[in-house]
């Protein structure tokens, strides 16, 4: 496993190398496409209008979103990818197997996640004037999220695997994320995919707080939940395309 992780890790620095306008086109992208959101906001709100820690709420919603949504499509489309070259049927027949392979492919993009959101961060606080307090314990709830997400992606990327063509579904799905994102942590809400670790990493962003043992122990359980049941879903969905023969061909 460990040279598998090695090559994937090897694999991904090798992309950013080589494609460095992908890293800058999305981190400029996503930063527009905030901006112009806050832009709207105070122009409808007024002149002299003060946000409050709303928008450091709102900004680290977003953050978190960027930060999943990888986790979440990467599987879909690269699956989505392999299919249209042809190239599926020898992904399944690697000694590690499928489910093995995608997940050390996850662990290994985690270095260019982590440096989109830190890069978007950056240029969102600088344009919007938002402060948010980054201390390394707070990618303990990003990590938790993380997991969700994965679980997340790997329960659509089942349905990648026997439909081949989910691109609307995954278009409409991402706006899902962003309620998830910004729940709040309580009572019911706990039960949903990602919203507790994105409570206690608002929490601890934008407002400061400490690190609370109780809820981020509740958002790991909730992203190992999660994780588990699309590692079910993805290993069900792997059975049914084998017997039903969709890896060989488009």
């Given at each position: 496993?460990?040279?598998?992780l090695?090559?994937?890790?090897?694999?991904?620095?090798?992309a950013?190398?080589?494609?460095?306008?992908?890293?800058?086109?999305?981190?400029v992208?996503?930063?527009?496409?905030?901006?112009?959101?806050?832009?709207?906001?105070?122009?409808?709100?007024?002149?002299?209008?003060?946000?409050?820690?709303?928008?450091?709420?709102?900004?680290?919603?977003?953050?978190?979103?960027?930060?999943?949504?990888?986790?979440y499509?990467?599987?879909?489309?690269g699956?989505?990818?392999?299919?249209?070259?042809?190239?599926?049927?020898?992904?399944f027949?690697t000694?590690?197997?499928?489910?093995?392979?995608?997940?050390?492919?996850?662990l290994?993009?985690?270095?260019?996640?982590?440096?989109?959101?830190?890069?978007?961060?950056?240029?969102?606080?600088?344009?919007?004037?938002?402060r948010?307090?980054?201390?390394?314990?707070?990618?303990?709830?990003?990590?938790?999220?993380?997991?969700?997400?994965?679980?997340?992606?790997?329960?659509v990327?089942?349905l990648?695997?026997?439909?081949?063509?989910?691109?609307?579904?995954?278009?409409?799905?991402?706006?899902?994320?962003?309620?998830?994102?910004?729940?709040?942590?309580?009572?019911?809400?706990?039960?949903?995919?990602?919203?507790?670790?994105?409570?206690?990493?608002?929490?601890?962003?934008?407002?400061?707080?400490?690190?609370?043992?109780?809820?981020?122990?509740?958002?790991?359980?909730?992203?190992?939940?999660?994780?588990?049941?699309?590692?079910?879903?993805?290993?069900?969905?792997?059975?049914?395309?084998?017997g039903?023969?969709?890896?060989?061909?488009?």
């Amino acid at each position: 496993m460990l040279d598998l992780l090695l090559v994937e890790v090897w694999r991904s620095l090798l992309a950013l190398r080589r494609y460095p306008l992908e890293l800058l086109g999305a981190v400029v992208t996503l930063s527009l496409i905030f901006y112009l959101l806050f832009l709207g906001a105070r122009f409808l709100a007024g002149p002299g209008v003060e946000f409050g820690g709303r928008l450091e709420a709102v900004l680290v919603g977003y953050l978190l979103w960027t930060f999943t949504l990888s986790a979440y499509n990467g599987l879909s489309f690269g699956l989505m990818e392999e299919t249209q070259t042809g190239t599926l049927e020898q992904v399944f027949l690697t000694p590690y197997g499928p489910v093995r392979l995608y997940l050390v492919r996850d662990l290994a993009g985690l270095f260019t996640q982590g440096l989109l959101v830190f890069l978007i961060a950056l240029v969102l606080m600088a344009l919007t004037g938002a402060r948010l307090a980054f201390t390394p314990q707070v990618l303990l709830p990003f990590l938790a999220v993380l997991l969700g997400g994965y679980g997340l992606g790997f329960a659509v990327g089942s349905l990648a695997l026997l439909y081949k063509r989910i691109g609307q579904l995954l278009g409409l799905s991402q706006f899902l994320l962003l309620f998830l994102l910004q729940a709040p942590g309580e009572g019911l809400f706990r039960l949903l995919p990602l919203a507790p670790g994105a409570a206690l990493a608002r929490r601890m962003l934008a407002e400061g707080a400490p690190l609370d043992p109780a809820p981020l122990f509740l958002s790991f359980l909730n992203g190992l939940v999660y994780l588990g049941a699309g590692l079910f879903l993805f290993r069900r969905a792997v059975r049914l395309a084998k017997g039903r023969g969709l890896l060989h061909g488009y």
